[in-house]
């Protein structure tokens, strides 16, 4: 007996070597979210309704972390250089491929250090203005400009972001001239829209919708194609007397390069899933976001084709990051 019992000790020895070491399921911590721009605008609003999602489907708290600066190139260099764990995430706007046509030198690469994972949502952005401005349309805004050329002051979210870049086409479209001022993010822009430091901004819907509707600005027009489902009477700025007037923006997840195929595809549908969800749906559409939540394929290919694009309006309007 004693012979037969060291037989197998000697055996399960031999072959203990050879067996796989048990994995950790994928997420066993808490996974942090960082957003390249201060609370409250758009791309925090939008990357906090993703995080509390994601924090109920996957068992682990996602915690969003505001990292602002440089256009939102600090947050995302943050991210391309953490580990490819799956652990470390960014939600970004589309200035994330704007900025390659911004910037000779980086210290990242807007494509090749990511792994996409999820296109969140396309947002038209909306003009507004403050509401001492006589401006009720695009017809009198521009008639306003133009008989005070130069009086005029557009804010932005920031240096060659979307809202900025879509003031400098609409300068090239109607022959409107206006003074540009950068802010650090939208919610302090709007502060002084609000205040009448500014008197208009092209600006992302989930954050100048709330101001809108308890009447500190007025909504203008739309500057996507068609009409926003959100505000269905509101026209567009290519209706209102500009043909061919066309920018959004929109909002995305990314993974540092190198993260595991499983891990990202993972990620991609738990983000699509709850777009899927009514409740989801309802809020971003009072935020005037239309969900997308499409595969880390189509987002790659959506990603390179918006490269493209911005690097022709940045060229053609000689926008400057500084």
Same mark, same amino acid.
């Given at each position: 007996?004693?012979?037969? *019992? ?8 031999? +072959? ?37 999602? %994601? ?46 046509? &911004?910037?000779?030198?980086?210290? +990242? ?10 296109? *969140? ?42 809202? /900025?870049?879509?003031?400098?086409? +609409? ?6 001239? $206006?003074? /540009? ?11 002084? %829209? ?6 208009? $901004?092209?600006?992302? $819907?989930?954050?100048?919708?709330? /101001? ?18 959100? $505000?269905?009477? &509101? ?9 061919? +007037?066309?920018?959004?923006? @929109?909002?995305?997840? @990314? ?11 993972? &990620? ?21 976001a239309e969900p997308v939540g499409n595969t880390p394929e189509e987002f790659a290919a959506y990603c390179q084709s918006? &490269?493209?694009? @911005? ?12």
């Open positions: 007996m004693k012979t037969g *019992i060291r037989a197998l000790t000697l055996l399960l020895a031999l +072959f203990a070597p050879c067996a796989a070491p048990a994995q950790t399921a994928y997420p066993a911590k808490p996974i942090r979210m960082v957003v390249p721009y201060p609370p409250g605008g758009p791309t925090d609003v939008l990357g906090r309704i993703v995080a509390q999602k %994601l924090s109920e489907s996957l068992g682990q708290q996602v915690n969003v972390e505001n990292k602002p600066g440089a256009s939102g190139m600090i947050g995302a260099e943050l991210v391309a250089r953490s580990a490819p764990d799956g652990y470390t995430l960014l939600t970004n706007a589309s200035i994330h491929v704007i900025n390659p046509s &911004l910037y000779a030198k980086s210290s +990242f690469d807007a494509i090749r250090d990511f792994a996409p994972v999820a296109l *969140i949502a396309e947002v038209p952005l909306i003009l507004v203005v403050n509401p001492g401005v006589p401006v009720k349309s695009v017809g009198d805004l521009i008639a306003l400009g133009k008989a005070q050329p130069g009086k005029l002051n557009f804010g932005s979210s920031g240096n060659a972001a979307a809202p /900025h870049l879509a003031g400098e086409s +609409f300068k090239i479209a109607t022959g409107v001239q $206006m003074q /540009h001022v950068p802010y650090k993010g939208s919610a302090p822009a709007l502060t002084d %829209l609000i205040g009448g430091q500014v008197q208009l $901004m092209f600006d992302s $819907m989930p954050s100048a919708m709330p /101001h809108v509707k308890s009447g500190r600005i007025r909504a203008v027009a739309v500057t996507s194609a068609r009409r926003s489902p959100t $505000m269905p009477e &509101l026209p567009t700025v290519a209706e209102s007397g500009v043909p061919g +007037f066309d920018i959004s923006t @929109w909002y995305g997840v @990314w993974a540092p390069a190198g993260t595991p195929k499983d891990i990202v595809n993972r &990620l991609s549908a738990e983000i699509a899933r709850a777009l899927r969800l009514p409740e989801i749906r309802e809020r971003l559409a009072g935020l005037g918006e &490269l493209a694009k @911005w690097s022709k309006i940045v060229r053609e309007s000689g926008a400057k990051a500084d």
